[in-house]
């Protein structure tokens, strides 16, 4: 169940929950708020309306709109990171790897909720907190992907890296294009398309010991 689907459920006014299942709802509400208005036209009592709660009851949880949009953040950053070490670990077929990889960025993208505009396209990066989480997430994901192909190649650890953050900029970036143009492009064909410049990209580097003929991620 996701945060909004947990606020839908847990959203009228006077239910008692448990602690974590409060907070978990208030964190859905904020979610619907932050993604629709930004943070700085968000207010408190709208977060509030929208969980169901009195605004006490939303500040036991957390002392400030800040503190609550920094905890939304976390959360996201943390699934996107674990998204991407997934699709890396779902198979050793590497052309199949680079695939999930694609699909991971465009699913994150895709959710209904919303939540990569926080990640992605906040209001608020000029707050340091919020910037440090992004930048950190943007290199956590980048070192996954880097591991990868620094395990496969002779290229070095710097090498690898610089590779790992511009597949996982174009991922985004495209994935966020697609989501928001109206060009009627089918998610399937969407994410071929990611895949095959990603892969025929990569796959120019040779495997270690290789005369050139293959590519990193060539199974």
Known sequence: MTAI???EAARPRGTRLPRRARRNQLLGAAQEVFVAQGY??????????RAGVSKPVLY??????????LALLDQHCEALLQAVRTALASTS????????????????????????????ESDLTNEPAVRERV???SLQTAEAISAVIAGDT??????SMLLAVGLGGVAQVVA???????????????VGLLTSLAWRGIA????????????????
């Open 5 to 7: 689907e947990q606020t």
């Open 40 to 49: 700085h036209a968000a207010a408190m009592d709208d977060i509030a309306e």
């Open 60 to 69: 036991q949880h957390f002392p400030g709109k800040l503190d609550l949009y």
């Open 93 to 120: 077929d590497n052309k199949q790897r680079v695939a999930a990889t694609m699909d991971a960025y465009v699913a994150y993208v895709e959710d209904e909720g919303g939540a990569f505009r926080l990640v992605f």
């Open 135 to 137: 930048e950190r997430v």
């Open 154 to 159: 002779d290229l070095s650890k710097d090498e």
């Open 176 to 190: 966020r294009y697609w989501l928001s143009s109206e060009t009627g492009i089918p998610r399937d064909r969407a």
């Open 204 to 219: 120019g580097f040779p495997l270690h010991g290789a005369d050139g003929a293959e590519g990193p991620l060539a199974s």
